[in-house]
């Protein structure tokens, strides 16, 4: 699956210390999802729907979420793309 600038760019908003101006990890989404526009934010919704429509193992997700350049990683990774794409209108 190839994966789509657009959710690089908003996989590098989630590094170590940008979650210090939140509380939630909703309101980290939100705040990493005001980096794009709504056109970028439209094909990061489609991509995770393909995404996670694909069942894959947590690993998988993990490697993905990690080779789009992450510099924080999740424990329920499953868990916070659904919350990503689930936040995008």
Do not use: H
Request: hydrophobic letters at 45%; a negative charge; one cysteine or more.
């Amino acid at each position: 699956m190839l994966v789509p600038k657009e959710f690089d760019r908003l996989v590098e908003c989630f590094y170590q210390g940008s979650d210090e101006e939140v509380s939630t990890i909703e309101e980290w989404i939100a705040f990493a999802l005001e980096y794009l526009n709504k056109q970028q934010r439209a094909v990061v919704k489609r991509f995770l729907q393909e995404l996670l429509a694909q069942n894959l193992t947590d690993a998988q997700l993990q490697r993905i979420w990690g080779d789009a350049g992450a510099n924080y990683d999740f424990d329920d990774i499953r868990g916070v793309l659904t919350l990503i794409r689930d936040a995008i209108d």
